[in-house]
């Protein structure tokens, strides 16, 4: 594995909030952890929902989610651990597994389905929803299954380790390279004791959520724990992170938008009438 040198940062934004995830449960009854939720929306544009999933229990996924639509948006499943068999009406299918990722531009109509392939062993994993601007709203529904081997991946000088899921970091590129929202996704392993700090473009909206360990961001003594986002102000050229014990992250910034947002259900527009479009075609098998 190469080792990464990060760039190095100046000033450290400072954690402004942390959040508890809240548990819920979507699709056919899958339970999960629902941390950005509607009211963070326009404080993390273009960034519209995170769940968290972890669970070695069948009946919490088992159900999984069948066939629902999608438009106006793009979905990101990042699956640590477990096994989730996608199948859309564009013809698509895929096998999401043990550190892949699925990037689906739902864009102007997607119908799909996203279910497990086990029945018992860990499920674990996150689903991101990031935002498309109205220019390319309605664009060709696109698929991309990442596996796990093609995420970059680096040793982090100290004994951490980085994956790049999506943008930049210095002269290295993520997995994944988005225009507009232009994100960063990363996946981070901090060993305990360790420090290491992670460049984000000035103005770019970006948080961390802990899923394993805790960890503290810049002056904030209160850690951010298992299972809390921690919501990072844009004062700053990136962002220090420190954890006592072994800790893992993942750390997602991106550029916001600043457009309206209508959003109903899983339908994601500029405003009303664009939402009662969608809802209209959808039923008319327009998608
Ligand atoms: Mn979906």
Do not use: C
């Amino acid at each position: 594995m190469r080792t990464l040198n990060l760039p190095t940062v100046n000033r450290s934004r400072e954690i402004e909030r942390i959040v508890n995830g809240m548990p819920t449960s979507d699709g056919a009854g899958v339970k999960l952890t629902r941390v950005l939720t509607h009211d963070l929306q326009r404080r993390l544009d273009p960034f519209l929902m995170l769940d968290a999933f972890r669970s070695d229990n069948a009946d919490d996924y088992i159900a999984g989610f069948p066939d629902h639509p999608h438009r106006g948006f793009e979905t990101v499943t990042y699956m640590l651990a477990g096994r989730m068999r996608h199948r859309d009406n564009a013809g698509n299918e895929g096998l999401l597994q043990n550190g892949g990722v699925q990037w689906m531009t739902a864009g102007r109509g997607i119908v799909h389905s996203e279910l497990p392939e086990q029945e018992d062993g860990l499920m674990e994993g996150f689903q991101l929803w990031v935002n498309l601007p109205g220019k390319t709203k309605m664009t060709a529904p696109g698929y991309r299954d990442i596996p796990a081997a093609d995420i970059p991946e680096f040793a982090l000088a100290g004994g951490g380790a980085l994956k790049l899921i999506a943008g930049k970091l210095g002269s290295e590129e993520g997995a994944v390279t988005r225009p507009d929202t232009e994100p960063l996704y990363l996946d981070l392993t901090i060993p305990a004791g360790g420090v290491y700090a992670v460049a984000i473009p000035a103005g770019h909206n970006a948080f961390v959520y802990v899923y394993r360990g805790a960890l503290t961001a810049g002056d904030l003594a209160r850690p951010v724990r298992d299972k809390q986002m921690g919501v990072l102000n844009n004062e700053g050229d990136g962002v220090s992170l420190r954890a006592a014990e072994e800790t893992r992250l993942i750390l997602v910034a991106g550029k916001p938008l600043r457009e309206p947002i209508a959003q109903w259900g899983p339908f994601v527009m500029n405003s009303r009438e664009e939402i009662e479009q969608a809802v209209d075609d959808f039923h008319n098998g327009r998608f």
